[in-house]
Every structure is written in structure tokens, then in C-alpha cells.
């Protein structure tokens, strides 16, 4: 009893610490940009002259999306997890934006030693957010929330770092997150994962049945995936009339994606039923593989294929690698996040780095805005592609060796969860364990070959 | 079982076949539109001068939306038919995106054997995916995947073409799709069901209960539809200055149709309890009646009156009307479109035939904006009014003459399901039959006249 | 059963007379704003000189989401009061919108006897709605579905004297509504309550469980409230460029208030599981508290230091003030309206105040956006800030009594539900009764200090 109380006020003081320190950090800081008080109403003429208010607006407007693609995902864990997790997500979703517009406006922001934050910059927090969150879905389950927000703590720093390196250095095209979201989010959540396996622990309790609910939370996720995702992986293009191309490459490779699934799942799975699940899952892959890619396509039908391929390397994945990765690299991956971010990442990137390859050919005037640097001279498309792929090894590298490392501290002593002969552990550290009956292994190991 | 393991392949096999066929046919004639990609950056001053990139982004904003009615309608087909149908219901969205690009590609995009696609053919093609569910909604429970499947690709290049007739060629003004969505898309699924009628097979299942579930998808299908379906019904209207009062009345409408909702609903039925349903019904019929004259009607209170008026037709139809379809015309509406779509898009297209004879005297300078051609002088509103009512007739014959020969193409032998006796039907198959109790119908038969 | 039958149709004709009376008014008095018709099309060059279409748009999106705030709400409730609320709530939405277009119309935008509507007036009649769904919260499963409309009757009235008193007479900036909406919502609704209060009859039912269910509404309408309230508070800001600030501060109260609910929660519970209702309130609360001070802010710390506040207030009145609310002051507070709502709608007021005493070596250029009188230096900030106080006594004062005569005139006996006795209680009547089960009161009951 004394454990359990201690480790529910262990939470709350490392919150009450947390939150402390970002408003300390954020006092001395951070201030709003300037930019977004250059009013028109001091010059009563400006309206006609500078069009950026309006122009400015929209962007804004996908600011205000930002918090969907966290709580898609995190609907997408409901779906998987049930409302227990749910406390535990908005928990690091609460933490990770503050704390990324801290990290990431030390590489960006900062002008006289303070962070000017705007609409864009919640942007890219929430981008952050989405990689954390899908690291998360890698170890839900076996992480206590004091965990999960030191995790948070670690990967963001590293994640701003990456993105930072491959925007800012390498001049990677990466607008929709491909590398820098699903890959590195995808693989640094696996290592952590490997790290934290421990034999005798992670013998897990049977399958409960997660009846009706979840599929619930499955059909509003896929909903609501399908409809803002779009807008969101469009929200970091800088340049506004080059978003209908990333935004209909989306679209149709959505709805490929989705139809692939019929294709696949029946001959992979007897069970026959095509769940719910699996669809929420193409959705996902199918913008994973259209993050990088997104941009450069300028056909349609290319869109159409690569969600096609997406869904069906998915599938495969979940049927065929996810039980090798269990087994034999001792790595459990409670959400799928490999299948579903991880694989289809990789294969947006290298899509990405065939079609910088073929820029030339292919983009015509829209060159400037996707590869800038190539529209200078300042680099042929062959560098370009190859900049495209050192990326991808340069991210596989810092989420590797980052998991790592955050894996060894998060296996101290003092932070995991109270011992197991304990009965009467705190619920708030209990709950994201026992709800944690992963639907996504379940459903691999109850179908079997047809 | 081979029987049920071949059903299961054959549906395999159909979306393989037609995800292949689209992906070929777009890589052949499908490019992105030209004009989306003549940017400003290669100008650097042209912001100033055009101000059409801002003037476009509301309406790609709009285009983002498209999923949304979908998936407004898919919700409402849930709260009667569980999560087991949104599988089902995915796969007819995913599959109509693409083909409806190509059908409505041919009639209005093509040039130079091209078929050009930008933000607006997104909206005209989710138009279509509305149109193509609505019709599903009418037959939901007695088709398997695969006829709904070939239901939709014949469907779809029907609907094309009677929209390029009306639009292109008759002239008629019917920006929210009262006749070219609702009313073709229920008469051509309510014919489909009466052509499957089968005497001794639709002996239907007892009702079991549905549960709570069902109301849970029912709010949030109401509160979906209530929230977005002004923005898409207005995504059309190709004049941005005349949206607010297509987008104001449909509130108007939607709030009367509400409050109509409590009005007769305790009169109709002995039970008392209002059903959420029957608010869904109405928020529904509230949009298709504004279809056609949302952006005629000049004043609030026409609004007011015609929501009232949509809300009544349509819960009188299903008291007194659904039961006389199905038992004397043999016409089973699974999901109540003929009182919720049918009805009120008749409704609302006489509404839009006097609006469209009193043009002159209400609309005044927006007269340019909703009649080109009567502002243009090369129509009188009296001819208007008469095209207008010519596009009900066509629309009508087109539905029905097509529902005739779509239904007796999915009777052949080949395509239904497994017989009866077959105890081990696949279960892709057998879901969204065996789930299928329609609480449309069973509100009918429960309550009974006060 | 004659009694039950009565009770139906008095509300079926209350509705029909209130629909009908609206019409007339509506035919009346209610006209489309004349200037959303001059359109550019009539002066072909206009967009190039005119930019207000364009400007106009993204302020028709927002009104687009008015509806949002009230399901937010409407959400809000469903998690404690479950499906059997949402056709009572629905009601009184579609009522209050129409109502509240003519009782603000009277008071803003009446010329030549016509009250002309525009979407600026939709966002006024949601902002009033979210007021009377407040209250509401305050009497659910107290009330009558007859009463809840005759409390609407007479609240909007009194909601649109109070805005226009405050923003037209003591020049009051409160954009966001945490003195128009929470506070006089609120404390309207709680006076009611205390008003309807009757000694024998408020002996609670038992708890009944209530379920997984209500955790859904719960997480779908915390996550609603987390995506789309930012961009409704900033509807009514009545300059586009100043819109960031208003949306970035509610960004960050959410993420500091969500963060500090999980730092008090765990000493306060024993329990210690977190419900996902504690976070909800805490979302609302950190709305609230930035209603007024939302676009004052000038710097992210304070946000972040506010939401901290809002939600610690929130959660300590939920523990300590309520239970002295319900046995000393016998007001009962059905969903817990007065943490939420009313005690951080006057801490966000204060802060208000506070900020506009300081607002000219804060607010630098935006001086003329939030506060034009001082800008115009009609006014000190000082007097300002006295007006912004003054706003609070008018608006507590007001509430108060309108509450009072309210409450009075709902407790006559020809309103008042069926006798006890009677068993056959109409279901219309009876469910918003029996579902009755107040979370919010009962997690406090259960709950015991740490």
C-alpha cells in the first residue's frame, strides 16, 4: 500500500515538476513572434497593399488541426487499448507539445536568445507529438506513465535534432514525415521496446476479449484519419499552391490502399472477416508510404500504386515479419507500429528518393518548390537522391542509438513499475498494463494460413 | 466449405482486378490539372496580382471535406447496421473515388484524350460516392460485397451522366444535389431492391436487439452530419460571395427540422420515446430538401418552412408509406431512403421549380450567380422553372430504367450468395446479412398508432 | 396513462406553436443581410479592389463550426447522462439557435424595423446556445423536457441583454465569453437549480452503473472540445490578424490544464485512476478561464500559468466547494457546472481585469484590437479595467435574478413532471429523469481523500 501510494504521487510530483519547469522555461524564453502583431489596423491601407493576413489565415486554420493527428492516433490505440489508455496518451500529448516548441525552437526559432513561436511552430510541435506517440504505441503496455513521460523528455530533443539535421543540413524533402515522423518514430519506440524485453516478465496474460468497444474507437480513428489526415500532412508545405498535389496523392492513395486490403486479407487470414482494424491500419500505411513522396508525385496513378503496395507490405508484415520480430529479435511490438509506420515509411522514402532522382524530368515548374536546391543548380537530381537516402540512414542511426540509450535509463530500478507480487498496485500505473491486451499480435496468432 | 472458401477468393480476386483496371486507366488518360500547378514562385510578384492561389485554397479546404458526407451517410447506415457493415461500406467509398473520377472525367475533364483532375473533381467525385450510398442504404442486408461492388460500377457512370445532362446540357441549377444525389441515388436503389425482391427468401429474421451500440454511432452520425454537411452542400456553388445562404439556410432548416422532429414524432408513435434515429432522419431530409434551393431561397423563414415541412414528409412516409412499399409494392428500404432521400428531394425540387418561376422578383442581384442563363436573357423563369422540372422527369427515368437493369444483372445465379441451407457461409459474405436488422423498418412495426 | 398521453401531446403542441411562432417572426422580421449580396460578379474588376470576399470566407468556416461548441457541451452531458439526453438537448438546440437570431437581433441588427442575419449573427445565436446548454447542465434530471424549453424562452432574452449591455454600453472586451457564456450560464443555471430545489423529492435514486458507454462520450467529446474550441473562441474576434494569439493561448492553457489535472487528481482520489471526465472538465475549465484573457496575453507563460490554475480550481471545487453546494446551500449541480464553468469563468475574468490594467506595456500595437477606447484614449486602462469588473457584478447580478424569477415560474405545479405515484410516467418525460445519474456528483462521493 505504501508503494502504490508513492508511485501515484511520484506521478503527480514529476507532472507538478514538469509543468513547473516549462512555465519557467517558457517565462524566460519564449515569446510570440512578432510577425503575427504587424497589424493592418495601424495602417488603415495595408489591406490592399500586403496580402499575408489572408494568405495567413489558412495556415493558421491547419494549425488548428494540429491536435487530430495525436488523437487520430491515439484513436487509433483505443482502438487497441481501450479508454484506460487514454488518460495516459492525452497525459503525453499535454507534455509533448510544450515541450517541443521548447526543443525545437532551440535549433529554429531562436533570435536574441528567445523562442518566437507562431502558428508554425505549434505545427511542428505536433508534428513531434505524432512521432512520440507513435514510439508509444511501440511499448504500450509494459511502460508505467512515469515511463512514458521520461521518454517523451528524451526523444523529443532527438527527434527535433533529426529533423533539424535533415531539413536545415542535408536538404531533405520531407514534408510529410516519412523520415522524420514514421521511420524514426516507428524505430526508435522498437528499440526501446527490445531493450526494455525482459524474459521472464513479458510472458503476457491471456487475450481478453476486447469485445464491441473497441471497434467503436476503430471506425471513429479510420473516420477520422481518412478525413483530416490529408490536411494536416499538407499543414508544413511552405509554399501554398503546391499543396493540391500532396493532398490528392493522399486521397488516392487512401482509397488504393483501402481497396487493397480486400485484396490481401481474405487470402492471409481464414478467419475470413475483414476487421475493422486492418483498414484503420492501411489508413495509416498508406500516409506513412505518402509522406515523403506526397509532393513529388505528379500523376495520379502513381498515388493509386504506392497505397496499393503499402497496404499489401502491411499485411505481409503483420502475417509474417511481426512474429519473426517477436520470436526471434525479442521484440514486441504492441501496436504493430512497424507494419504500420515503420515499413511503410522506408518505402515512402525510397519512392521519395527515385522520384528526386527523376525530378527533373517529372516536376517541370513545380521543381522550386519541392527541391529547391536542384532548381538553383546548386545540386543535380542524382545528389539529390542521394542526400534523400543518406537521410533515411542518418534517421534509422539516431533512433537506433537514441532507443538505446533510453531504453537502459528507462530500465532503472527506481522507475519501473512497483513488483509484481504486489496485488495492489496503483491503478494509475496498473491500468495501461492490464488493459494491454494487444489486439494487433492477437489477431496475427488467431489466423491461420488459409 | 469450398463453396464459402471460393466466395471469399472471388471478392479477392474482383478488387484485385479492379484496382488493377483503375490504376491502369489513370496511368493512361488521368493527369493532374495544369493550372494547379502554374505557381507563383517562378513569378515572384504575382501575388499581388492574382489573387485567385488564396481565392482557391476554401475551396481545396472544401475538397478536404469530401470524405465527410461519405462517411455522414456511412454513420447513419451504422446506427442501423453495426460495425460490421463499415467494412463493406469502406469498400464501396474507396472503390467509387476512383471510378467516379473516371466516369465524371469523361463527361467533363477530358482534353486532348486527357482526363484532367484538381480539387473540384475530388468534390464532384465524393458528390457521386453520396449518391452510390444512398443507393446501398436501400438494399443494405440483402446484397453481398461483390454486388455491391458491380452495383457501383454500374452506378456510377449512370450518375455522370445524368448530372452532365442536367448541369451541362438542361441547364438546371441544382447546386446541393437534391435531384442528381438524393432523389437519383434512392430511386435507383429502391428500384435495385424491388427488382431483387425474392417471395420466399426475404421471409426477413426476427429483430434482435441492436443494443446501444447502435445510438452511439446514431449521435455521432446526427451531430457529423449537423456540423459539416452545410460546408460540403456548399462546396459546389462555383460563386465563393453566394455560399452563406445556401450554407444559412440549410442551419435554418436543420433547426426546424429538429425542433418539427418533437413535434409529430409523439404523435406517430404509441412508444412516446423519441428516437435518436428519428433526429438523424431528420437532419438528413432537412439537407436533401435544401439541395436545389438552399441558394435560391432569399429569405430565413422559407428555410424555416421547408425544414418543417421535409422533417413531417418524412416521418409520415415512414409511418404510413413504408409499410405500403413493402408489403404491396414489394420494395423492401432497408434504411428508410425513400422517406429520408426520396421524399424530400422530391420536395425540395418543386421547392427549387417555384423558386426558380419567382426568380426575378426575390433574387435580384444574386440572379446572375444562381440562373446564369435567365440573367444572361437567353431564358425567361418561366422556361427555367420548366427545365428544372424536365431534370426531376429525366433524373426519375434514368434511375429508375437504370435500377431495372442493375438489378437484373445482380440477380444472375452467379453472383448471390451461397444457398441457404449452407450452414458455413463465408463470413465476409454472411456479415452484412446476418447483422442486418433493419431498425428502420422494426421502429415502423413497434410502434403503433397512438 | 391519460396523464402520460397528455403529457406527450403538451409537448408535440408546445413545440408546434413555438416552431410556428418562430416562422411568423422569422416572416416577419427576418431578412438576409444585405451585404452579403453585393457580389463581385455584378463589377467584374471588384475582387482586385475589394479583398472582404476573400476575408469574408474563413469567417464563414468559423460560423460553419458553431454548431461544434454546443455538442461539445452536448458531449460534455452525454458522458454523464448517456444517449437518453441527447434528444433533449438536440431540442433545445434547435430551438435557442432560431430564438436567440431574434432576441439578438433586436438588441444588434435591427434597421428599418428588419433584423438582418448574416453569419456573424449564426455565431452569436451558438454562442448564446452554449450559455443555455450551461445552465442546462445545471437542472438535467431535475427538469422536464417542457421546462427545459420554457427555461430556454426565457434565458435568451436575458443572455442578449446582458451581452449587449456589456459589449455595446460598458465597452467590455470579452471576446471568448468568460463572462457572457461561462459565468452568466452558470450561475443562471445554479440559481434555477436552488430555486427548483424541493426537500422530499431530492432524495436521489442509487447510482446506477453507468457504464463503459459514457467513458466513449466521454473521450469523443474531450477530443472534440481539444480540436475545434480554439478556432470557436476566436469567431468573434472581430479582426482576423489578432485571431493567433487568441487560438496559440488556448492552445497552451489546454495542454498546461490536461498536464495539471493528472498533478492534483492523484492526491485528491484515492481511487487514483484517472477518469477521463476529469480531464474533460479540465479542458472546459481552461476554456473558460481564456475566454476573456485569451487574446489579452501577450506571452505563452502566462497561458501556460492560467490553464495550470484553471484546472487545479476546477478539480479543488469538485472536492471541497460542491458538497457544501449541495448539503448547505442545497443547490444541486447536476453535471458540476459551477467547477467548470462558473469558478474558472470568474478567475478568468480577474485575469481579464488584470490585464487590462496593464494592458499598455503589454498589448503594445494590438492596443487598438483589444481595447479600442483605450487606444482611442477615451478611456485609461485603469477605468478600462474597472468597466471589465463592473461587467462581472452586471452579469452575476443578472443571472442571479433572471435565475430566480426563472426558477419561480418553472416550479408551478401545471409544469411540473406526472405525480410520483403515477408509474406510467411519460417515457418522453421520464427519461431525461431516470437516466439521471450524475457522475460528476458521485466520482466525489466515491472518491475519498487521499
Known amino acids: ?31 510570440y513572434s512578432p510577425e503575427s502583431s504587424n497589424l493592418c489596423s495601424t495602417e488603415p491601407s495595408c489591406s490592399q497593399r500586403d496580402p499575408s493576413p489572408t494568405l495567413g489565415y489558412p495556415r493558421f486554420r491547419d494549425a488548428h488541426l494540429r491536435a487530430l493527428l495525436g488523437f487520430g492516433f491515439l484513436l487509433a490505440f483505443l482502438s487497441r487499448y481501450g479508454v484506460g489508455s487514454v488518460a ?44 512520440i506517440l507513435i514510439s508509444t504505441g511501440a511499448v504500450l503496455g509494459r511502460v508505467n ?27 531533405v524533402s520531407d514534408s510529410g514525415g516519412s523520415l522524420t515522423i514514421h521511420t524514426f518514430g516507428a524505430y526508435f519506440g522498437l528499440t526501446v521496446s527490445r531493450v526494455l524485453h525482459q524474459p521472464h516478465k513479458d510472458k503476457r496474460k491471456e487475450q481478453q476479449d476486447v469485445g464491441h468497444q473497441h471497434d467503436v474507437f476503430a471506425v471513429v480513428g479510420t473516420i477520422c484519419l481518412w478525413i483530416f489526415w490529408p490536411s494536416f500532412a499538407s499543414a508544413t508545405t511552405t509554399h501554398d499552391s503546391a499543396e493540391p498535389w500532396a493532398v490528392l496523392n493522399l486521397y488516392f492513395s487512401l482509397s488504393a490502399s483501402t ?18 482494424a486492418q483498414l484503420q491500419d492501411a489508413t495509416l500505411a498508406s500516409a506513412a508510404v505518402m509522406g515523403m513522396a506526397g ?33 526471434r529479435l525479442k521484440t514486441e511490438d504492441t501496436c504493430g507500429v512497424h507494419n504500420v509506420h515503420g515499413l511503410p515509411g522506408i518505402l515512402g522514402t525510397f519512392l521519395g528518393i527515385l522520384l528526386a532522382a527523376l525530378a527533373l524530368s517529372l516536376l517541370g515548374s513545380r521543381l522550386q518548390l519541392v527541391f529547391p536546391l536542384v532548381a538553383d543548380s546548386s545540386r543535380t537530381t542524382t545528389e539529390q537522391a542521394q542526400w534523400q537516402l543518406c537521410g533515411l540512414l542518418i534517421t534509422l542511426l539516431l533512433a537506433a542509438s537514441g532507443g538505446v540509450i533510453t531504453g537502459v535509463l528507462l530500465r532503472m530500478k527506481v522507475l519501473r513499475s512497483p513488483p ?30 488459409a
Not at 108 to 119: A, D, E, H, L, W
Not at 156 to 166: D, G, K, R, S, T
Not at 307 to 314: D, H, K, R, V
Open 1 to 31: 500500500m505504501a508503494e502504490h501510494a508513492a508511485a501515484r504521487l511520484h506521478l503527480s510530483g514529476l507532472c507538478f515538476f514538469l509543468q513547473l519547469l516549462t512555465i519557467v522555461l517558457f517565462a524566460t524564453f519564449v515569446r
Open 88 to 131: 495516459g496518451s492525452l497525459l503525453i500529448v499535454a507534455f509533448t507539445i510544450q515541450w517541443a516548441i521548447l526543443a525545437q525552437g532551440l535549433f529554429y526559432f531562436s533570435q536574441n536568445s528567445k523562442i518566437y513561436v507562431s502558428t508554425q511552430s505549434m505545427v511542428s510541435a505536433d508534428f513531434c507529438t505524432a512521432a
Open 145 to 171: 506513465p512515469i515511463q512514458m513521460l521520461l521518454m517523451a523528455l528524451l526523444e523529443v530533443p532527438l527527434f527535433a535534432c533529426n529533423e533539424y539535421i535533415l531539413r536545415s543540413h542535408l536538404g
Open 259 to 276: 481497396l487493397a486490403t480486400f485484396v490481401l486479407s481474405p487470402i492471409l487470414y481464414e478467419e475470413g472477416t475483414l476487421q475493422v
Open 295 to 327: 509532393e513529388m508525385l505528379s500523376t495520379p496513378f502513381g498515388a493509386l500504386t504506392a497505397g496499393f503496395l503499402a497496404s499489401q507490405l502491411s499485411l505481409l508484415g503483420s502475417r509474417f515479419l511481426s512474429p519473426i520480430l517477436r520470436s
Open 420 to 449: 509484481e507480487g504486489n496485488e495492489v498496485e496503483s491503478k494509475v500505473l496498473r491500468e495501461v498494463d492490464e488493459d494491454g491486451c494487444d489486439r494487433g499480435a492477437s489477431s496475427e496468432e488467431r489466423g491461420t494460413v
